[in-house]
């Protein structure tokens, strides 16, 4: 290592290919049409659904994870539990309450911070809880090893250059609206795994990040894709498009590396992905729709859009389900209910104050079928 190197002001080293190029401009050919369809909204609930299972269970098997897909749809679903896969579980709740927290940043338009992504790793990290504290960024050096061999396979900064690192990247993301964001996107995932802030989390956090950029900048597809599957179908050609610099260590040719194949690489997945989901919508569009519904979900928030979740499953919910959802005590949901009968969304079905069930108003059960 160098130890007496001051790390400099983060600009990206790469070029604009070819390849990248055209990448660009057939992922905007699809971006424009998805956004263009009216897709019935159970059928975009359930699509949204499915792509963040599908990026839980790759996102959570690049890392190791072993549960099936299945099972993991049980342990969201049926709050299941697997003995003696407790880190697997763990996991699988972490990221799952990462993607809920990406929708509520989108739908807030927060700005990429350091609070934001610190969260996020809190959230991948702890076990699916909804209220948790930014993580600090790790506090001594990590050294990554070949599982088998244990050979160095990256050497990250050091703890000192963390902070000043994070800071100068979070600024060239905030500086850069003008670049197209899957470049962004994808140079954000790269520079945080190159970073490495943190222990343990890197990767997962590096693609939540990816994805929070695409979503807050126009490239959200109505949340019904999932990167993760495209990483984790070929980890070699993955973890060798990430594996720039002529050097383990980050201070020996890692911070000045030329980046342009892992852009490449990024690019050519979102349009594999983009046009695959493209196909998936203009299907989904063919089914009957309301013309109402488009104007009664932009009458939506972010919380409301959540409860109609639970009323999919359930005729019938109550505070104490919502407070559930959101990490709220009690007096806080029902001020909440309270607020959503005033404004017409919830109507009472049983008055009974230690267990008062609420349901949707007619208009807005139109949405759940």
């Known amino acids: 290592m160098n130890a007496d190197k001051t790390p400099k002001e983060f600009r990206p080293n790469y070029s604009i290919s070819y390849k990248i190029a055209n990448a660009l401009m057939r992922i905007d050919i699809c971006r424009h049409i998805i956004d263009n369809l009216k897709i019935p909204y159970v059928t975009l609930?359930?699509?949204?659904?499915?792509?963040?299972?599908?990026?839980?269970?790759?996102?959570?098997?690049?890392?190791?994870?072993?549960?099936?897909?299945?099972?993991?749809?049980s342990v969201l679903k049926q709050k299941k539990s697997f003995p003696g896969r407790e880190r697997d579980v763990s996991e699988v709740r972490g990221y799952y309450a990462a993607l809920d927290y990406i929708e509520q940043c989108v739908s807030e338009k927060r700005t990429i911070n350091e609070k934001i992504i610190q969260t996020l790793h809190a959230l991948v990290m702890n076990n699916g809880k909804i209220k948790v504290k930014p993580t600090p960024y790790r506090d001594g050096q990590n050294v990554i090893r070949d599982g088998l061999t244990g050979k160095i396979v990256y050497l990250p900064p050091e703890t000192k250059d963390i902070k000043f690192l994070m800071q100068s990247f979070v600024r060239w993301i905030n500086k850069n609206k003008d670049l197209p964001q899957p470049i962004v996107a994808s140079i954000a995932h790269y520079q945080f795994v190159t970073i490495h802030p943190y222990y343990d989390g890197n990767g997962r956090v590096a693609r939540l990040l990816a994805t929070l950029i695409l979503h807050l900048e126009g490239y959200g597809l109505k949340g019904i894709y999932s990167l993760d599957e495209y990483y984790a179908n070929n980890l070699e050609d993955y973890y060798d498009a990430l594996n720039a610099g002529p050097s383990h260590n980050y201070y020996l040719g890692r911070e000045e590396a030329n980046i342009t194949n892992w852009i490449e690489y990024f690019c050519t997945g979102m349009v594999q992905v983009f046009e695959d989901v493209k196909k998936q919508a203009e299907k989904a569009t063919k089914q009957n729709s309301s013309t109402k519904l488009p104007l009664l979900l932009r009458k939506l928030t972010f919380r409301q859009r959540k409860v109609l979740d639970l009323f999919e499953e359930f005729e019938t919910i109550t505070s104490k389900q919502i407070g559930e959802l959101f990490g709220l005590q009690a007096r806080a949901c029902s001020n909440l209910c309270n607020k959503w009968v005033?404004?017409?969304?919830?109507?009472?079905?049983?008055?009974s104050r230690k267990s008062r069930k609420y349901k949707l108003t007619p208009s807005y059960e139109k949405l759940t079928k």
Not at 63 to 72: D, P, S
Not at 342 to 351: A, H, N, Q, R, V
């Open 45 to 73: 609930s359930n699509l949204q659904k499915a792509a963040k299972l599908v990026s839980t269970y790759y996102s959570t098997k690049i890392e190791g994870n072993r549960l099936t897909q299945e099972e993991i749809n």
């Open 342 to 351: 005033d404004e017409g969304f919830l109507m009472i079905k049983d008055y």
